[in-house]
């Protein structure tokens, strides 16, 4: 083991109840987007890290949205670790058994909305940054923790914002982010885009069928013709193509069965629908809300298309593209030095197979930086009831992240692998 890597894993050994401690603290300050005022919890992790000596700063596009930017060392290369602060609505109290917020440590879990996305990770990032400061002189290059709000509603004030204000501190030559990956490692995420299609009939009576199309019928035949769009395929570069195809078991054992065959395929939800006055009444407006995800290697330009001749049948509907909440897919090379090293340093702790890289179903902050040619790699615990109740992280897992995140640093950073 490198000699960097027998400090932090000893360091972290000893404190291991403080870093506990740390995570359980900042889920108990709740910090739910929307709203999104994550003015407490940010005051936190600034007061954490101050107290550690880092020097850490709050930049904020919006008061109550702050951002969290701390810098160690002048040299190259340049690590940017990056997590988010907000964290999706506790929703109905009634499906919890604890507090949303209760931070609570117990059966060697930590409980609480967002430890798992991703506090678990942000806090993983804090302690890297804490315990890389205390390398001192002996940090070779350049750290720059960023701890985000407004990841869950896009990332405009947060990942967006800093990297278009602050680029020479946020960009740098790499990104790793702790969002829950489950055990693999994401190199990639799949592209979005959200749609809403107004259907407008005359309307009538509902007797007299005679006189309108029905808006609701309209708008479930569009539905189902929607569907033929999951046929299209991507042409990713010939690297992502071995890596989806390598990684498929991963993925499945990560997110459940299913999972690796749509990593490389279009989907497409119908997510909210809503028309129609009263049951007698035929009607004449629906509205309908689809979220598409796109593969690597297949552009919104090429889905609108094939969108497009769907539409020409229906001349009803009205498509408006919400592109505030849209983003093409995004990927970094499968064989960049940081996929190495969280493979060697998760393998090298853990035993057993390395990690697989793997795209990303959903979206993070991740596509920020790739969008400003920053390869960016998410490794994170698994997503115990993520967006349900009764959120958790095992403890043990947790600690692990912390661990991979701090070896992988300090190796990209000395350009040395944690384990021989
Ligand atoms: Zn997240």
Known sequence: MSAIAETLLGWIAAEQDALVTLLARFVAIPSPNPPGDTRAAAAFLLAQLRAAGVPAELRAAKPDLPNIVATLGTGGPHLVLNGHIDVFPAGPAAGWTRDPFSGAVADGRVHGRGVADMKCGTAAAVATTVLLHRLGAKLPGR???????????????????????????????????????????????????????????????????????????????????????????????????????????????????????????????????????????????????????????????????????????????????????????????????????????????????????VISLGASDAKHWRDAGVPSFLYGCHPNNMARADEYVDVAEYLHVLRVHALAAAAFLSGQAPFP
């Open 143 to 357: 750290l720059t923790l960023t701890c985000v709000s407004d990841e869950e509603t896009g990332g405009t004030y947060g990942a967006q914002w800093l990297l278009q204000s602050f680029p020479d501190e946020c960009r740098g030559d790499c990104m790793l982010n702790g969002e829950p990956t489950a055990g693999t490692i994401r190199f990639g995420e799949k592209g979005t885009l959200r749609l809403i299609f107004e259907i407008s009939t005359p309307g009538a009576h509902a007797a007299y069928t005679h006189l309108s199309r029905n808006a609701i019928r309209v708008a479930a035949r569009l539905v189902a013709d929607l569907a033929a769009l999951e046929s299209l395929v991507g042409e990713p570069p010939e690297g992502v193509q071995h890596a989806i195809a390598a990684g498929r078991g991963a993925l499945d054992a990560a997110l459940g069965a299913g999972a690796g065959a749509i990593m490389d395929r279009v989907t497409v939800s119908p997510g909210v629908i809503a028309g129609g006055v009263k049951i007698n009444m035929l009607p004449g407006d629906c509205r309908l809300e689809v979220d598409i995800r796109l593969p690597v290697g297949l552009s919104h330009a090429t889905l609108m298309a094939a969108l497009s001749k769907i539409l020409r049948r229906y001349p009803q509907a009205r498509m408006t593209p919400v592109w505030t909440h849209s983003h093409e897919a995004t990927f970094s090379d499968p064989a960049h030095p940081m996929v190495g090293i969280l493979q060697n340093a998760a393998a090298g702790l853990l035993g057993g197979a390395p990690p697989q890289p």
